[in-house]
């Protein structure tokens, strides 16, 4: 697609600017990333995207999205292809017709063009290399991919996607653009043996848990970064090492970092959680620990989703009003938590189903607390004879959901 000489000398303007910000924050320390950051056109990625109105919402609250193009406002559509920012351009699995946008209230979005900062610590955190060969789940927007290829050469690298309308797009951006990768629709479950073995194999999306055919189709000595994630929005990142007996291990990263989930392991519709409420009987028990433990907006609350939906892989939370509802449509079981009323902060909790699921999220943080709050960094992430453990010298070992 051909641009108007002023867009091009704008963007390469606000390319440099967005490079040496990078930089300056520690996420631009090789020069051959921060010359693939100056080179790669974003704005030819995003032709259309979702900005947040924080202020301004609907009856029901939820959150104004505005389209953003450079036909409706382009100085807005331009400086903020070149933030340091998310830019959705999906909700739902609906393709926008970014010719003729609406804005949109609420929705859950499905794709997104990255922030270019979480990119490259991705890329980075991988260990990427010239001579290595990469395969990358999520294409989303191309953008990323554009970036590997500028590094790596177009020959290294794969990108899979499984949405073929957001393939095509980013298919055509990727080629108006000179880089010529290997691109497939295809399901980042499986990985994309065609092309296997690879060196690097990194996901843009969460996984409920490492997937065989990842470690499968890593040559040994390979690394895997993946995004870990759960029905109850707990992440971690980790960065496994593949042996060549098909064994995998790693350790955990820090960071608050979370990635939209793989469409086959996004959480389920758990109905009306007044149903659910109504279900748990018996007296109820004074909580040892309250929820804010695993809600609070805290980089610890965000580690501790991670580790208690180890013990709760099937549970969801949700909260209506004062009222927190724990519930879990495989077991059928639920546990529903109300402040006791005294004003001490304190909770009330009532179990039922054939799983005590706050008893088993007490029974983590219990043994958190005696282990001395350990960090994500100290744990390590095992997967052999078809298992997959969480260990750290003070804690017991935990368990991921079978994928």
Same mark, same amino acid.
């Given at each position: 697609?051909?641009?108007?000489?002023?867009?091009? @000398?704008?963007?390469?303007?606000?390319?440099?600017?967005?490079?040496?910000?990078?930089?300056?924050?520690?996420?631009?320390?090789?020069?051959?990333?921060?010359?693939?950051? !100056?080179?790669?056109?974003?704005?030819? =990625?995003?032709?259309?995207?979702?900005?947040?109105?924080?202020?301004?919402? !609907?009856?029901?609250?939820? @959150?104004?999205?505005?389209?953003?193009?450079?036909?409706?406002?382009?100085?807005?559509?331009?400086?903020?292809?070149?933030?340091?920012?998310?830019?959705?351009?999906?909700?739902?699995?609906?393709?926008?017709?970014? +010719?003729?946008?609406?804005?949109?209230?609420?929705?859950?979005?499905?794709?997104?063009?990255?922030?270019? &900062?979480?990119?490259?610590?991705?890329?980075?955190?991988?260990?990427?290399? +010239?001579?290595?060969?990469?395969?990358?789940?999520?294409?989303?927007?191309?953008?990323?991919?554009?970036?590997?290829?500028?590094?790596?050469?177009?020959?290294?690298?794969?990108?899979? !996607?499984?949405?073929?309308?957001?393939?095509?797009?980013?298919?055509?951006?990727?080629?108006?653009?000179?880089?010529?990768?290997?691109?497939?629709?295809?399901?980042?479950?499986?990985?994309?043996?065609?092309?296997?073995? =690879?060196?690097?194999?990194?996901?843009?999306?969460?996984?409920?848990?490492?997937?065989?055919?990842?470690?499968?189709?890593?040559?040994?000595?390979?690394?895997?970064?993946?995004?870990?994630?759960?029905?109850?929005?707990?992440?971690?990142?980790?960065?496994?090492?593949?042996?060549?007996?098909?064994?995998?291990?790693?350790?955990?990263?820090?960071?608050?970092?979370?990635?939209?989930?793989?469409?086959?392991?996004?959480?389920?519709?758990?109905?009306?959680?007044?149903?659910?409420?109504?279900?748990?009987?018996?007296?109820?028990?004074?909580?040892?620990?309250?929820?804010?433990?695993?809600?609070?907006?805290?980089?610890?609350?965000?580690?501790?989703?991670?580790?208690?939906?180890?013990?709760?892989?099937?549970?969801?939370? @949700?909260?209506?009003?004062?009222?927190?509802?724990?519930?879990?449509?495989?077991?059928? &079981?639920?546990? @529903?938590?109300?402040?006791?009323?005294?004003?001490?902060?304190?909770?009330?909790?009532?179990?039922?189903?054939?799983?005590?699921?706050?008893?088993?999220? !007490?029974?983590?943080?219990?043994?958190?607390?005696?282990?001395?709050?350990?960090?994500?960094?100290? =744990?390590?992430?095992?997967?052999?004879?078809?298992?997959?453990?969480?260990?750290?010298?003070?804690?017991?070992?935990?368990?991921?959901?079978?994928?």
């Amino acid at each position: 697609m051909t641009m108007p000489v002023d867009l091009e @000398t704008d963007a390469a303007r606000l390319r440099g600017a967005m490079a040496g910000d990078l930089a300056a924050r520690g996420f631009l320390d090789d020069p051959a990333w921060r010359a693939a950051v !100056e080179a790669v056109p974003r704005h030819r =990625f995003v032709p259309g995207f979702y900005l947040s109105d924080a202020d301004e919402r !609907e009856g029901q609250g939820l @959150t104004r999205w505005q389209p953003t193009t450079a036909a409706l406002d382009h100085g807005r559509w331009l400086a903020a292809a070149y933030s340091d920012a998310t830019l959705i351009t999906q909700f739902d699995g609906d393709e926008p017709d970014w +010719e003729n946008p609406a804005e949109r209230y609420g929705g859950a979005p499905t794709s997104s063009s990255t922030l270019p &900062s979480l990119v490259l610590r991705m890329w980075a955190d991988a260990d990427v290399r +010239e001579g290595h060969t990469v395969l990358e789940i999520g294409t989303g927007t191309g953008y990323s991919t554009a970036l590997a290829c500028e590094r790596l050469g177009s020959g290294g690298v794969t990108s899979i !996607e499984v949405d073929p309308r957001r393939l095509e797009r980013a298919a055509s951006a990727l080629h108006a653009c000179g880089y010529a990768p290997t691109l497939a629709v295809a399901d980042g479950l499986y990985g994309y043996w065609p092309e296997a073995p =690879f060196d690097r194999i990194v996901a843009a999306c969460s996984f409920r848990a490492v997937l065989p055919a990842l470690v499968a189709q890593t040559r040994p000595g390979g690394k895997i970064l993946l995004t870990l994630s759960g029905w109850l929005y707990g992440y971690a990142r980790v960065l496994l090492t593949v042996a060549g007996d098909g064994t995998a291990e790693g350790r955990l990263l820090g960071g608050t970092v979370s990635f939209m989930p793989a469409r086959a392991h996004a959480a389920p519709a758990f109905g009306n959680p007044a149903h659910w409420a109504a279900g748990p009987p018996g007296r109820p028990r004074v909580a040892r620990h309250g929820p804010e433990r695993v809600t609070a907006a805290t980089e610890e609350a965000f580690h501790l989703r991670f580790l208690v939906q180890s013990a709760v892989p099937d549970a969801q939370l @949700t909260t209506v009003g004062d009222v927190v509802h724990l519930v879990d449509v495989v077991s059928g &079981s639920a546990a @529903t938590l109300t402040p006791d009323g005294d004003g001490d902060g304190g909770w009330r909790v009532r179990e039922g189903g054939p799983l005590r699921l706050w008893e088993s999220v !007490e029974q983590v943080l219990d043994v958190y607390e005696s282990a001395g709050r350990p960090e994500p960094e100290t =744990f390590t992430l095992c997967v052999h004879g078809g298992g997959q453990h969480l260990r750290h010298p003070r804690l017991p070992c935990l368990s991921l959901p079978s994928p």
